[in-house]
């Protein structure tokens, strides 16, 4: 079982940047450094659209096509967290985003292949 808590979400104006963290707390038996762990984010009235992946030691990171450029993913498994990095945010970018784990540990677009969860954090970019 695996608890994911999402922070640092807010309201930012366009063109500046947000920094997210995702901090997973692991049931016994595996550790964090265990899973992949992704970011995906929902707008309202829109589909899961994937955002961000990184591999369980953090060799490996995938972005989405749209986004890559803004984006750092990066991860601190001594903190079991991982971290979003945006930059020139913008109005569209405004969703619920949320942290996921993937217990393979390889990292994936796929929202369905993710097994845990986190509630997800708001960010608001202002025009």
């Known amino acids: 079982q695996v608890q994911l808590v999402e922070s640092g979400g807010g309201l930012v104006q366009a063109g500046g940047s947000l920094t997210l963290s995702c901090t997973a707390a692991v049931a016994s038996g595996r550790t964090f450094s265990n899973y992949a762990m992704g970011w995906f984010r929902e707008a309202p009235w829109k589909d899961r659209e994937f955002v961000a992946a990184?591999?369980?030691?953090?060799?490996?990171?995938y972005y989405s096509e749209s986004l890559k450029g803004r984006l750092t993913i990066v991860r601190d498994n001594s903190k079991s967290t991982v971290y979003l990095l945006m930059n020139n945010l913008k109005p569209e970018d405004t969703a619920v985003y949320f942290c996921a784990a993937e217990r393979w540990g390889t990292g994936t677009e796929m929202a369905y292949e993710y097994d845990y969860w986190g509630q997800g954090t708001q960010v608001n970019v202002s025009s």
């Open positions: 990184i591999s369980w030691n953090g060799d490996n990171t």
